[in-house]
């Protein structure tokens, strides 16, 4: 479920996808993203009021957070579905497969395994590794 900043909090001007710096995997496809989707603004997580954004900062941890025009939050899965769309050519058609109704459990379980397994993946180390236990 979409999240909201608090009421009186500017959106960005374009969507903001927020990446966890401390991890070579999801910094290499921010760089990716950077490149491919430049609709899209990033930041880091680390260097982000989450708060004012109107991210979960537990949830960012686990959910790569994409925060929208009008403040609202998707997280996972759905925030890559939106990213994909807004690239644009045949990656829309994949944010679209991945963003529909039919596909969306299979879609945020694999979101699910590679956030699970991103310490295993290209660029990937063990500073990767998601928190065993949610942030106090």
Avoid: K
């Amino acid at each position: 479920m979409p999240t909201r900043p608090e009421p009186g909090v500017p959106g960005p001007t374009r969507p903001l996808a927020l990446y966890d710096a401390d991890c070579g995997f999801c910094t290499r496809c921010a760089g990716i993203l950077a490149r491919r989707v430049p609709t899209i603004a990033l930041a880091s997580i680390q260097g982000s009021d989450l708060a004012a954004l109107g991210v979960d900062a537990g949830r960012a941890l686990v959910e790569m957070p994409l925060v929208r025009t009008d403040g609202s939050v998707a997280y996972g899965h759905e925030a890559w579905a939106e990213i994909l769309r807004a690239a644009g050519g045949p990656l829309a058609w994949l944010g679209r497969a991945l963003g529909s109704r039919a596909l969306r459990r299979p879609a945020a379980a694999l979101y699910g395994w590679v956030a699970r397994n991103r310490r295993r993946l290209p660029g990937g180390s063990a500073s990767c590794a998601l928190p065993t236990q949610p942030p106090a």
